[in-house]
């Protein structure tokens, strides 16, 4: 069991084949293979990959930029050239397949179009639209940040953590770009998880 748990890689290989396993075994529910099982799995991986994405994004602003300039200069090109690379990888790419997982949950469930137009979409019923609203709300947020991680946070961060040629100056202004529009997701990201956590409860 040790020799299991101390690679991470054969850790996630059979995290990944247990779940799996109950991914089978929810197929053989009521509705088999059919749409909500689908539904069931597109969940699971915007579950799965949100949790990554969420996670790092609080990483980097409860931890990272927060201890940052505590750490003795000669301790810093351990962050800056090992950890945050590799967790920016991780980072951009969860950002991406959460988005890309949600569109497609909100496709499969038939209400990515009033989701999209916030319950707009041929007239609004107050109480019947009002959960298209919600979600449509979270969706855009989640969007918003999406679009943050790729077009602002990742391009800066690998102009301060010298991944892209510049001078100080150039890559002092980046880290402070790439920690605003950070922030500005962290500050996105509770009215986002809670139509996120509630919309399905509440509404079914």
């Known amino acids: 069991m040790s020799g299991l748990l101390t690679n991470f890689r054969n ?10 396993v109950i991914v089978i075994g929810y197929a053989h529910g009521p509705d088999g293979h059919g749409a909500i099982f689908l539904q069931a799995v597109f969940r ?95 969706m855009w947020l989640g969007t918003v940040m999406f679009f943050n991680v790729w077009v602002f946070i990742w391009p800066n961060q690998k102009i301060a953590l010298g991944m892209v040629e510049a001078d100080a100056d150039a890559k002092a202004k980046a880290a402070k770009l790439a920690m605003l529009f950070s922030r500005t997701n962290t500050l996105l990201s509770l009215p986002m998880l809670a139509t996120m956590a509630m919309n399905q409860t509440v509404f079914g």
Do not use: C
């Open 44 to 138: 699971w991986l915007h579950v799965m990959f949100g949790i990554l994405w969420i996670g790092l994004l609080y990483y980097f602003n409860f931890v990272q930029i927060r201890v940052m300039p505590q750490i003795p200069a000669e301790l810093k090109p351990a962050v800056s050239k090992y950890i945050a690379p590799e967790a920016l990888f991780w980072f951009r790419w969860a950002a991406l397949f959460t988005w890309v997982m949600g569109v497609i949950l909100a496709f499969s469930r038939g209400y990515l179009l009033e989701a999209a137009t916030l319950g707009l979409a041929g007239g609004y019923t107050p109480g019947v639209d009002m959960q298209y609203t919600f979600i449509g709300t979270g």
């Open 11 to 20: 850790t996630m290989i059979v995290s990944f084949v247990l779940a799996l």
